[in-house]
């Protein structure tokens, strides 16, 4: 089955740049979801087909892939992006969806 | 405004039943594709199941799949999983989303927790 692995925690001072990554065989080929999830609330979507922001996200945050390795990008982080980040694809080949483990991001 | 609730949740015996519900407004339920995903306590989010819009394709993760069903009633506006055979490692809170235009879950409810207890 399809893994993906981000990295457990990731931390970053305000005003600085957070990069979360989500590694998984030949990702490129795929299209990446990302879900911010604050304690005690649901996930709510961040970004969609690798690099699209739903309406009401801030521009600050964008998304790349290439090879084996997704990546998320907040710019001129706030202590408001203080949450747990999740990466999600599509397995075509089980028709499963599948997420990552979530990367914990730390406003220092 | 799109909003969804889920309901049905509780304290469950180990090998009990129960069936979640997940009511919907705001949107053409039955134009989309549904999931349920989970996330056991203090852990990360777990893809459960996913139906289409007139509910005749559905999948399921392996942990779950011959245990649970997942269903709908596209004239209540309504998302349902049925879980049979429950054991301990099936707590968690369950979700249910939408999925929108291309695999992106773009809506979630608020979840309902769900507690397996021998």
């Known amino acids: ?108 | 405004e799109v909003d969804l609730e889920e309901s049905g949740g509780g304290l469950v015996q180990l090998g009990g039943s129960l069936r979640l519900s997940c009511s919907s407004s705001g949107f053409p339920f039955s134009s989309y594709w549904m999931h349920w995903v989970r996330q056991a306590p203090g852990k990360g989010l777990v893809w459960v199941s996913r139906i289409n819009s007139d509910g005749s394709i559905t999948s399921y993760a392996d942990s779950v799949k011959g245990r649970f069903t997942i269903s709908r009633d596209n004239a209540k506006n309504t998302l349902y999983l049925e879980m049979k055979t429950l054991r301990a490692e099936d707590t968690a809170v369950y979700f249910c989303g939408r999925e929108g235009s291309v695999t992106e879950i773009d809506y979630w409810g608020r979840g309902t927790l769900v507690t397996v207890s021998s």
């Open chain 1, 1 to 108: 089955s399809y893994v993906l692995t981000q990295p457990p925690s990731v931390s970053v001072a305000p005003g600085k740049t957070a990069t979360i990554t989500c590694g998984g065989n030949n990702i490129e080929s795929k299209s990446v979801e990302w879900y911010q999830q604050k304690p005690g609330q649901a996930p709510t979507l961040v970004l969609y087909y690798n690099n699209v922001r739903p309406s009401g996200v801030p521009e600050r945050i964008s998304g790349s892939h290439s090879g084996n390795t997704a990546t998320l990008t907040i710019s001129r982080v706030e202590a408001g992006d203080e949450a747990d980040y999740y990466c999600q694809v599509w397995d075509s080949p089980s028709d499963h969806w599948v997420f990552g483990g979530g990367t914990k991001l730390t406003v220092l």
